[in-house]
């Protein structure tokens, strides 16, 4: 995201329950909160921190509105946050409700947490969404006479080790923003692939958003962005090697996801991590996104070495280390040492 989460401010929580679906027929429906839960700052600053825990973890992605998706949830928040007079209750049964509906009997029973918030004095909308382990139990209390549940209970047994699985999501208006709203959402079960229907579930079926940046745009932007950045910033040819061969060993991974940050901690020396982490974000690399290789899949294959004379060689990546040797000579010059059976030479 954007916006900086420090100046995140918690004003008001209201929690509905999301029962199982019985297995035959749908239910009696959600158990809805008629009054905001009571809120102290004590548990203000907690949902607070869970909120930017979850948001700057490395299972965290920018999203947009998906203008062709048919959930009422963009609506739902698009009136909220464009009003200072919208029903906070009433949308937040409206979200609940579709949560509801789109659910089967395989979705546990669970909790749905909205919170109206600010993030630097811009008004913010947050999601929790919470898959309660079995055995543990909720009821609902009375607050001026009304149904809601109390809030730390649900920071006792709900948000500790019992939850198995909570979603993060996070909507602030965002003038400068094309779309109106800087936003991001976080699953600590999964990241987006295409082909993670559980996290896709939630990002698309119940929010209505897609990805801000298509993953395989991501991906290509990454990889290109590293490469400018070591070549620009790495001047040992030892060193630059090295670290080329890291981003595609990273891209060719069976990691789903890529984390900026997380890359840079693990390859790169501690002077050079955040020079890398800013450089890939002035190329709009998000901090964290879905790994898809697909637009440089030729790149991936080989490296192209080339030199100030206009020598050229290109090597295939994956016998690059059993026959090809990069060294640095005393007069700052590079030497590349090829051994290997000579087959053919031919003008070109």
């Known amino acids: 995201m954007k916006c900086d989460l420090a100046f995140l401010q918690i004003n008001k929580i209201i929690i509905h329950g999301i029962p199982k679906h019985a297995k035959k027929g749908i239910g009696a429906g959600p158990l809805y909160s008629e009054i905001e839960s009571p809120l102290d700052q004590d548990l203000g600053n907690y949902f ?22 048919a959930s009422p949830v963009p609506a739902l928040l698009k009136e909220h946050l464009d009003s200072n007079k919208s029903d906070f209750i009433n949308i937040s049964k409206k979200i609940a409700a579709h949560l509801y509906a789109i659910q089967d009997g395989t979705n546990p029973e669970g909790l749905l947490t909205i919170l109206d918030c600010s993030v630097n004095g811009k008004r913010a909308l947050g999601l929790i969404k919470l898959e309660k382990e079995a055995g543990v139990s909720l009821e609902e209390t009375l607050h001026e006479n009304l149904h809601t549940f109390d809030l730390s209970i649900i920071r006792n047994l709900v948000l500790t080790a019992r939850t198995k699985i909570y979603k993060v999501a996070l909507f602030v208006i965002d003038d400068t923003d094309e779309s109106g709203y800087d936003a991001a959402t976080s699953d600590n079960q999964s990241g987006y692939g295409s082909s993670n229907e559980v996290a896709s579930f939630f990002l698309s079926k119940f929010l209505g958003c897609k990805l801000k940046q298509a993953s395989d745009v991501s991906t290509k932007h990454f990889y290109e962005a590293a490469e400018i950045f070591i070549n620009e910033r790495v001047e040992d040819p030892i060193e630059r090697t090295q670290f080329h061969g890291h981003v595609v060993s990273e891209m060719m991974s069976q990691s789903p996801t890529v984390s900026t940050e997380q890359f840079a901690e693990t390859y790169f020396p501690v002077e050079m991590r955040n020079d890398f982490v800013t450089a890939l974000e002035s190329k709009d690399v998000p901090e964290n996104f879905p790994k898809d290789t697909t637009l440089i899949v030729k790149k991936l294959k080989k490296t192209l070495y080339k030199f100030q004379s206009g020598i050229q060689v290109i090597a295939p990546n994956e016998v690059n280390e059993e026959f090809l040797e990069v060294s640095k000579l005393e007069n700052g010059k590079t030497k590349i040492e090829i051994t290997d059976q000579l087959t053919e030479v031919k003008g070109k």
């Open 48 to 69: 607070k921190d869970r909120v930017i825990t979850s948001l700057k973890s490395h299972k965290s992605y920018d999203v947009s509105f998906d203008l062709g998706n």
